[in-house]
């Protein structure tokens, strides 16, 4: 029972730490702050956690995730799920949302090391390879190449939209940069098989989640 209390006590600090740290930034973030969100004692905050800065390596620690998607008829469609659902929870979870703040902004701290993107990569070059050899790729198309800039415009987006437009276009800016890019990627084909709608991201995480529901029942 203790021990529960213990995890339970470490979620909601490490989830008013995202809070903080998504609204200020590192730097302007404050312990006082993140332990009045919490409801925790500074005691409690310290046992789990020795410094703002293990706080922020605790929410980075967070950010990747399970971005595994349901199989799809087409490896690409994969990808596209694995990004539309990330774009999803960039705006609805708040681990994601305070840990791409933290690995993407210049601070006191340098947390660029603990970035997802590269890991995102090799995830997207993996589904891109075995759509390569189940030939959904033109020719001349370059599986890491492609991963590289996928993950690279998922990482300007949310950059962009969040100084024009508080990060609440994510989903349909990421709608557009696949429609411009799956061109001059997948064979013609496979065009209007494509599930690209802003919405995406939405009915991924939903199957996800209950998917969840049905493993825990």
């Not at 740290?21 to 404050?30: K, N, P």
């Not at 399970?66 to 990004?83: F, G, N």
């Not at 590289?148 to 415009?153: G, N, W």
């Not at 276009?169 to 997948?186: G, I």
């Amino acid at each position: 029972m203790a021990q529960q209390r213990a995890i339970r006590t470490r979620a909601v600090i490490l989830e008013a730490a995202a809070s903080v740290f998504d609204r200020y930034g590192y730097d302007a973030a404050t312990i006082k702050e993140i332990t009045a969100r919490s409801g925790a004692t500074k005691g409690a905050l310290y046992f789990h956690f020795s410094s703002k800065e293990e706080l922020a390596w605790g929410v980075l620690r967070e950010l990747t995730g399970d971005l595994t998607v349901e199989p799809a008829d087409s490896h690409v469609q994969e990808l596209i799920d694995m990004t539309m659902a990330a774009a999803y929870r960039s705006l609805h979870d708040l681990i994601v949302r305070a840990g791409l703040r933290l690995a993407m902004e210049p601070g006191s701290v340098d947390f660029s090391e603990a970035s997802p993107f590269p890991v995102w990569a090799g995830l997207g070059e993996d589904l891109l390879l075995r759509a390569a050899e189940r030939g959904e790729l033109l020719p001349y198309a370059v599986p890491r190449e492609t991963a590289d800039l996928v993950v690279s415009a998922w990482a300007g987006i949310q950059v962009y939209a969040r100084l024009v437009a508080g990060r609440g276009d994510v989903e349909r800016r990421m709608s557009v940069m696949w429609a411009h890019l799956l061109p001059s990627v997948v064979m013609p084909r496979l065009l209007l098989e494509l599930d690209v709608a802003p919405d995406r991201g939405a009915r991924v995480e939903a199957v996800r989640a209950l998917r969840s529901a049905s493993s825990a029942s």
